[in-house]
């Protein structure tokens, strides 16, 4: 077993040449930021690329928390400054699109919140394996005043119908492990203790098979199951338009106020507190 | 609290200006006529240009039907004399498809039957919401020798899979409410007990959110998520035509003999009793 | 009741004129093979034209197995001799196409193993219900170095979403009656002993309805349920291409030395087995 780090806070570890993890360890949080976008590009361009590799799992190093959401500190110059991706899309749906596009399996095993970008590239994996009790997903965003920018309006409704990804978009709540699954929101949801296990067995019975086999029964997966990037790229301006308005404005002033982006309550239970901003108005 | 009612049986009442209540009260079966369309026509145009709405229910204040069948006592020519609707198809798929699109979130709350135009008008909101002990489904119109005429062949098969969309739509039995949830036919099915305080929650909490950002990720998933209208336009005219024809003509002629568009066990039970119908032939 | 035996293992029984029950006795393991392909045949022609047919259950009359994996003992130019279908298909596809266009309603029952051709029948089939103990249906092809080749990539990211269907299809392992209707794989499992009377009462319910009334409605299902043919055709080049490679062979010589194609441990957990074979490579 051989262990890379290729960036910083993006670990990528090799659990054999053909199956890898990659796991997301930025405390306190697991908030992704501009400085995460090179990192994960890193990664993705090695899983892309790499001749060996049949299957990656993500994964989180921090307690309670998968992936969250953008970070709203970071100066909108960072942000800004990414070209466009191979795609032609904006940085980060490129990566989340060539995730799903790779000649490689996508495994998020999801422990703790998967909230915003953390949903979106859950999505954007080729499965997703929840805990049963200590996984809530979310998009979170309209609940602030924002629409999701990195694909979840393009992606939920192929999974998991209409209504369903309406209530979980627009009702902006938090989604435990059980409904979840109820809601294919995620392939299954697993007791907590049983989780990894699960996940690296199939891992590591995927990483048995023959890579060809699963590349061509990938890509004739994605034919019919994939948006077009047509349908992905509208999602990241109308985020940025959004984040412009003073609706969005106001209530990210509340959360901020209230404790977003640190440790405790607010980021703990974002579902609930995004429902409690009209009312402090 | 402003209540207002703008048409004789079916309520619209204000809860806030953010959030209204659309109440079917049509005495003794909620069945739906031709009466209903400019009422029902009515409100959709409310919906679809008031600048605060954000959030409308839709739910039922007669016992035990939520919203049922077309009225076959109808004179033809009352149904046939409504104008094209400004989506160019009939009334009634008109006003359906208007629901779907417009610019606030549709929630259905089911309790009692949703049988054919019932199940339908559910179809087209943005979510359904059942009693578990209290909710019947059901396209019940194959059993009568019927095509359905208002969706259901574009709208379930995207919803739950073309399987169970065969199953209830060529069984054309009644679903209950575990069963509907099961399928994803509704979001979820509650303990009748806590049906109403669920919705009313949710439907508080999407108020409380922004207007534009509700309506551009609402448009962002109508993108992939809406079947075309031109799918919708062949349903209603091959309900006409079914309607016309003498196996339609001697089913319903059946029903009616045993109590159909009356109160009791017909109306209470109508996916048994079309499938008795052959036996006596 | 007249019974009909148009192939020899493949039965047609008339269980009614409407109602027909094709049956798989294929002993010892419902393997499919070539000489199975112009039985299959006859009998899709037969449900395609008769004029009072208007359901059909496919089920098996060996223990144990609905219906499994292609025969890979039969010479290549027996499964090469037959020409491409009416579609324009393969023979195999072809016919399956047909079955899911067809003016009738098909019925999967499966209790035993539906692995390869078994599961892709049900797929092509318009509704599953599944033993609850004694189903297993897999795409167990990746697992053996294959690619699948009966449309499984175009029907079951349909059915059940890309992630699930991912699992399914490059995952290659059994799927137990729960799992699958949990997944929606099946309409629904149901307890062993209910299966039977279940489907019996469900097809005898839709052959008491009217044919025009079932037909036109399948058909409007068909416009946005079915997969185009341009989606199914190259899985069978894909399976014909993958057939041939190293890694395929090699898997396949090391299943037939455990005692592929005979009654035993690795036709009954098959799933299990392909799991093995890269630690005895």
Same mark, same amino acid.
């Given at each position: ?143 602030? @005043?924002?629409?999701?920018? &990195?694909?979840?309006?393009? =992606? %939920?409704?192929?999974?998991? *119908?209409?209504? $369903?990804?309406? +209530? ?90 209230? @404790?977003?982006?640190?440790? &405790?309550?607010?980021?703990? =239970? %974002?579902?609930?507190?995004? *429902?409690?901003? $009209?009312?402090? +108005?």
């Amino acid at each position: 077993m051989s262990t890379t780090t290729v960036a910083g806070d993006i670990r990528l570890k090799r659990v054999s040449p053909e199956y890898w993890q990659v796991t997301f360890d930025l405390p306190p949080l697991n908030i992704f930021g501009p400085a995460n976008i090179p990192q994960l590009e890193e990664v993705v361009s090695l899983i892309e690329t790499d001749e060996r590799v049949k299957v990656v799992v993500f994964d989180s190093a921090i307690d309670g928390f998968f992936l969250i959401h953008y970070d709203f500190l970071a100066k909108p110059e960072e942000s800004a400054k990414f070209p466009l991706g191979r795609t032609g899309l904006q940085a980060l749906p490129d990566m989340l699109v060539r995730i799903s596009r790779a000649p490689v399996v996508s495994i998020a095993l999801i422990r703790g919140r998967a909230t915003g970008v953390g949903s979106e590239l859950a999505l954007a994996c080729d499965m997703r394996f929840a805990s049963r009790e200590k996984a809530l997903l979310s998009q979170w965003e309209v609940g602030a @005043g924002l629409v999701p920018g &990195g694909g979840p309006m393009a =992606r %939920l409704p192929r999974l998991i *119908g209409r209504g $369903r990804a309406l +209530e979980v978009l627009l009702g902006a709540d938090d989604i435990g492990g059980e409904l979840a699954e109820r809601y294919g929101y995620v392939n299954r949801s697993l007791p907590d203790a049983e989780l990894d296990t699960f996940v690296d067995a199939l891992a590591t019975r995927i990483a048995s098979f023959d890579k060809q086999a699963i590349t061509e029964t990938k890509h004739l997966v994605n034919l019919n199951s994939l948006p077009p990037d047509a349908e992905i790229a509208p999602e990241w301006d109308a985020f940025l338009a959004s984040l412009g308005r003073p609706a969005a404005q106001a209530r990210l002033r509340m959360l901020f106020e209230r @404790g977003f982006h640190k440790p &405790g309550d607010i980021e703990t =239970r %974002l579902g609930y507190h995004v *429902g409690q901003l $009209r009312s402090a +108005e």
